[in-house]
């Protein structure tokens, strides 16, 4: 999970040096695209560009990627010199309200790659384009579908008996027996405790229907206070106290989930990338599955419903000297054909509607695939996208204290409230209008 830069601070970053990825124009019309050089790594998209080039002679790709992508183009889009598409960190409601990035409404009601009859709209999971618009129109294209689930071993679930859980009851039983055979429950990537919060957010939606959980995502005043919100805190905090491997919270994300992949730790709650970030270090024999976050006796949320949707964003920028052409890039990337190379090749699945249809799957992917294939619907933040301030300080800080039993859940959602209500006072800061649930 990558952290956000906040907007205000590109200016720290103006006279900085930044590395310029030039082309030969001669080679045909440049459009420059910056990628996130993460846990997809860039071969992929390196493919994609060269496939493009195939097929439209005119126009050359300079794509480049780097782990501090949106440090180098932070600079450049003061300058008025940004890239023509990017994925990067930034802040992406900030450079909408801006007026810096492009609209691709005119791209997404265009024919579709490879789908005769079918806009590129059309081709697309239903919903997975609302958590970018704005006076109605779409400024960032999802390239990944992702779900939020907890990752463990078949192969030493069945060596020691241990079932999948579905109740939290079931799950912390499940915890209580591991930890009785002498290995860690959880593993955790407490150095970034940014990655509690899709697990906080997954029990409290367990707890209470969608419309009670988007109160905290619209900053209705003392939607934190909840007293179910509070609950979800204590069975997170209950859950790392408990369980947590020993010396977690001063774990990087990688040094965690080696933890796990050397079988030290028999769970671990991530995304999808968990297995491409962790291909070249899992050994022969390991069987990777995973569930989804576990429901709640009593609860009121949808059990089917998965924190996830659209990730690794792409947008075109509004003063990018090829717009249209870097839109139809990202249209033919987000092809149902290409969609499919992209599943095999990095073992995730695809924003692209029916992309896992007649094609096979990983071992590892399949579970996965099975709760994105019966999922209600997805749900996901937006506060730490919209307040990088509030995900950088307030709820880090606060997630932190929680997790090494520092404070108390009241506490917790007190800190939260105060941070959100800074928010709702200043008059400086966007707030886009309230959220629906997503539809069921």
């Known amino acids: 999970m990558r952290k956000i830069i906040i907007f205000l601070l590109l200016a720290v970053f103006f006279g900085a040096g930044c590395t310029l990825h030039r082309i030969d124009p001669n ?65 992406i409601w900030k450079l909408i309200v801006a007026g810096q990035l492009y609209p691709l409404d005119h791209t997404l009601d265009s024919p579709a790659y490879g789908q005769p009859g079918l806009t590129w709209r059309q081709t697309l999971v239903p919903g997975i384009l609302r958590d970018f618009q704005y006076r109605g129109k779409t400024y960032a294209m999802p390239s990944n579908l992702g779900a939020w689930v907890c990752w463990y071993n078949e192969r030493q679930f069945r ?40 697990t906080l957010l997954s029990l409290y939606e367990r707890l209470v229907p969608m419309k009670r959980w988007y109160a905290v995502q619209n900053l209705e005043p003392g939607a934190f206070m909840d007293p179910q919100f509070i609950h979800a805190a204590r069975l997170l905090q209950q859950m790392a106290v408990r369980y947590f491997e020993p010396g977690a919270l001063a774990m990087t994300h990688t040094e965690s989930q080696m933890e796990w992949v050397n079988g030290r730790a028999a769970l671990v709650f991530c995304g999808l990338w968990l297995e491409n970030e962790m291909k070249n270090a899992i050994p022969p024999g390991f069987e990777m599955a995973c569930f989804p976050v576990p429901t709640i006796k009593g609860g009121k949320g949808d059990p089917n419903a998965v924190y996830g949707g659209g990730g690794e964003d792409f947008f075109v920028f509004a003063h990018a000297k090829h717009p249209k052409l870097a839109s139809d890039f990202l249209k033919y990337m987000l092809s149902k054909e290409n969609s499919h190379s992209y599943i095999h090749q990095l073992d995730t699945l695809s924003p692209v509607r029916d992309s896992t249809r007649g094609i096979t799957l990983s071992p590892e992917l399949q579970s996965a695939e099975k709760i994105v294939a019966h999922c209600s619907f997805f749900f996901q933040d937006r506060l730490t996208t919209l307040y990088p301030g509030f995900g950088d300080t307030v709820l880090q800080d606060a997630l932190i204290d929680l997790l090494a039993n520092r404070i108390t859940p009241e506490q917790f959602a007190r800190r939260l409230e105060a941070g959100a209500d800074k928010i709702r006072r200043d008059p400086d800061i966007y707030k886009p209008p309230p959220m629906d649930p997503p539809e069921e």
Do not use: M
């Not at 459009?31 to 050359?60: C, M, N, Q």
């Not at 020691?160 to 915890?175: A, D, E, I, M, S």
């Not at 970034?192 to 899709?198: C, G, I, L, Q, V």
């Open 159 to 198: 060596r020691h008996g241990w079932k999948v859980p579905h109740t939290w009851g079931q799950f912390t039983r499940l915890c209580d027996q591991i930890k009785a055979s002498g290995i860690a429950p959880l593993a955790f990537q407490g150095k970034y405790p940014s990655y509690a919060w899709p």
């Open 27 to 91: 080679k045909g019309t440049p459009i420059e695209v910056a990628v996130f050089d993460g846990g997809y790594g860039l071969g992929w998209y390196r493919k994609i560009a060269r496939s493009y080039e195939a097929t439209h002679p005119t126009v050359k790709i300079n794509l480049w990627g780097d782990p501090r992508v949106d440090q180098e183009i932070e600079p450049r889009i003061l300058r008025g010199d940004p890239p023509d598409l990017a994925n990067a960190g930034l802040p």
